[in-house]
């Protein structure tokens, strides 16, 4: 049994997955295809033979990790996105740092965005207030508070480790144990909030999620996306809220998206003339 695998979710994944598999190179590392139509997979038979490549239809990310980690032997296994890389010894400071730390279900590393700047990965839980300052532009009364931007944890400057709500899903480390326990991510969630959700899952059964900075990663943020991001951002919050909420606070919610899109729609007018 290796000590940490790798599990890489592809979709038209060129160019960035030949830096994703090289930083990773060594371990067992497993690539879930969700249908590539770029040379993706011709792509890594060639260049990265000792990759277990599986190819199947796209249902989404969470699927495509459910389907890579029972292909998977580690006790802990790394999530990496396809348009994501560590950076030297991230991966065995982060196994030495859950080791440390028996009750973390997922570690995560601090993120630089491909021009060395950080990438804020610390996250909280959406609620209807967050939601607010979020889409109605709240937050941008006062960026640096967490009373006003707790999405992205306002104030913290990602510099030391802590205990976080959820962070965001494009390199994480988790325990085989805890999946094992909370069960396999939920793959309801297509593209966004599967690592919401399973976060909270891992937390409401007394795990913890951690940061750590002493680990590092970049991540091409958005590339994986296609062009998808706003609505089904929304759709899949709106899926968590409802999953634990309850279907009343879901519809609250929807009333303040559809206004802070409306909101959206006006800015993006007003910029045009």
């Known amino acids: 049994m290796s000590v940490a695998s790798v599990v890489v979710v592809t979709y038209n994944a060129m160019p960035w997955v030949e830096r994703a598999l090289e930083s990773v190179r060594g371990r067992e590392t497993v690539v879930v295809d969700h249908g590539s139509s770029d040379g993706t997979v011709a792509f890594m038979r060639e260049h ?4 277990s490549i599986v190819e199947e239809e796209n249902r989404g990310l969470a ?10 032997s580690g006790r802990y296994v790394l999530l990496l996105n396809a348009d994501a890389w560590t950076h030297d010894g991230a991966v065995d ?18 993120l630089r965005n491909p021009d060395g700047s950080l990438q804020r990965s610390v996250r909280g839980f959406p609620t209807l207030w967050r939601i607010a300052t979020e889409y109605l532009f709240l937050r941008k009364l006062a960026p640096g508070t967490r009373a006003f ?14 205990e976080a709500e959820f962070l965001m899903g494009a390199v994480l480390l988790v325990r085989r144990e805890a999946i094992e326990q909370v069960g396999p991510a939920d793959d ?4 966004f909030s599967e690592e919401t959700d399973w976060c909270y899952r891992f937390r409401e059964a007394g795990w913890k999620v951690l940061f750590f900075p002493g680990a590092e990663a970049t991540h091409v943020l958005g590339a994986s996306h296609q062009g998808r991001m706003l ?20 519809r609250r919610a929807r009333w303040i998206f559809l206004l802070g899109l409306l909101l959206r729609r006006r800015f993006d007018v007003i910029r045009a003339l």
């Open 48 to 51: 990265f033979p000792e990759v």
């Open 93 to 110: 400071a982060l196994v030495a740092f859950a080791d440390a730390h028996p009750d973390a279900a997922v570690v995560g590393p601090r």
């Open 63 to 72: 699927f495509g990790w459910n389907t890579g980690i029972s292909r998977t």
């Open 149 to 162: 931007n707790a999405f992205y944890a306002g104030g913290f400057d990602h510099d030391e480790a802590m």
């Open 188 to 191: 309801g969630f297509f593209l």
């Open 231 to 250: 609505a089904e951002n929304v759709r899949s919050q709106l899926l968590f809220l409802e999953k634990h909420h309850g279907e009343a606070y879901a």
